[in-house]
């Protein structure tokens, strides 16, 4: 069977997940990558980048990515290109920060009522500084990429509905990473927390928004009336969007973080890259659009079992 | 029955839920009310907010408005004085840009294909930026003044445990608005959504990492780790944290935007008020910490019904 070949754009594609993931779609699976990340490619991975890549802003500011990459995209992909596959797996962990269990530093030593009263005003604006730049940061580098691949990828998303191959029921992968741990409260990582509820409520918004969603009535009228607003929503009508939740994934920085932990029960980025690839290829094997699905290593401990939550 | 004194940071209180709040809790309840928000109170407010007012900064960064309502309270609050409720009532809503279905204006003329190609390129970072800042403006609006408020607060949050009136299990209590639209996918108002559903999760987060909570065994340990770690965290032990989801509230604003729409359907503010009262009242009549309660009118129609949804 011959398919034709498949672009496919990955944000956060110097990443770890992201350097398995471009590896496997590019040199087993013959995709066309064009790669997206806040870090420039490898030598190696821009072997692997034939779509050519995207530097990106390292930024909070979520108009400043999306119109970094809407920038990007506009100067490599040519009007008549499609992209069949989007897939963002940029990302970062980090818990709240901690609160200090101590009042100001005594080494400051304070003159007098006003000084003390400044000391300690100071030290206020410092922890709610600290602690609202974790939250920022987190959106940043969790939701925004995700947020910022969505929008710029809907000029150049394939519509689908050529026969391609044995399924012609081909439309666009939007694909991005979310977490078990965001399906219910997240005590001591609420700034990862809020990011990750946000990613899987823009899954399930943008996957409700597409033809393919199996949805209530009221939400898919609600959303055919969207995708005729505009010419330029029509990939909308054939798009899957899933969003892939892991506990842990097995990388470098994760093992180094938790050396104490059971690497076995953690899932590896090329099961991931896998699942995706398999994905871009049969269509019909994707999960319904919007859907959240949990990743977890099989108990053969030879792969990994996806399985839709929600 | 005397009550002492009960005091009251409401964050948003010169919107329409927020003057309609601070009315019923300083008149009727005679609550020490403290006010926030970006537009400074009528002078009729102004008499109700007997703890004064906090002026916040009109942005949407996250870390400027935390620390300047962290550094309004030091400023308002003394150290032996307690706050017994944060409700924060500030919110906004906006439905998505709409995308434009024609290509950019026809009327700059472009002198050859470079040009073209340069208007086509402005033209859309011009809609990335405003499907961004519509995003930023709902986070900026709806869920920012909860985190802000939840953080700046939690050095003068009540421990509670003192004997008040008959019921002397009266922690603190953490009132957020969050919306029934953002339960689940928001087709049409992704930045609202978002915002919302991250609200929700801030509640179930931080009010789960109250000693209140009733939640896993696992969950429960993490939050006592949390709790045990800082002195400053004491509070917690009590800490009652509720989000109301309502459909429409019978506003002003609300009436003008939908004028066609049947009013009778629509939670009045004073309802959503009166719970909060009684809350504050009644501890025993709080829902469980970390719950997000829809409201909708009655079916008599002279009220509201309070309902956990999750």
Known sequence: MMHRQQTALVVGSSGSLGRCLIEHLSRDLKVRVIGADVIAPSSEDESRLTGGFVELPNTTSLPELTMALTDGLHQLIEDDQELDAVICVAGAWEGDP???????????????????????????????????????????????PVLAAGYASQNYMTEGGGVDD???DN?????????????????????????????????????????KAVTTKSKRKLARRIRNHSSTQS???????????????DTPANRQAM????????????????????????????????????????????????????
């Open 235 to 249: 990939y909308l009508n054939r798009l899957s969007v899933v969003g892939i939740l892991p506990t842990t994934i």
């Open 166 to 168: 044995d399924d012609n």
């Open 259 to 310: 050396p104490n932990e059971d690497f076995s029960e953690w899932t590896n980025s090329i099961d991931i890259a896998k699942e995706i690839g398999l994905w871009m290829r049969k269509p019909a094997l994707r999960p319904h659009s919007g859907s959240l699905v949990k990743v977890h290593p099989n108990s053969k401990g030879d792969g990994a079992e996806f399985k839709v939550a929600r």
């Open 171 to 211: 439309g666009g992968l939007f694909v991005a990473i979310g977490a078990t741990a965001a399906l219910s409260s997240t005590p001591g990582m609420l700034g990862y927390g809020l990011s990750k509820v946000a990613t899987h409520h823009y899954v399930q918004t943008l996957g409700e928004t597409s033809g």
């Open 98 to 144: 901690l609160l200090p269990s101590l009042p100001p530093p005594i080494d400051i030593i304070a003159e007098n009522d006003e000084d003390d009263n400044n000391v300690q005003r100071l030290w206020l604006l410092d922890c709610a500084r600290e602690y609202s730049e974790n939250v920022e940061r987190m959106l940043g580098k969790n939701l925004y």
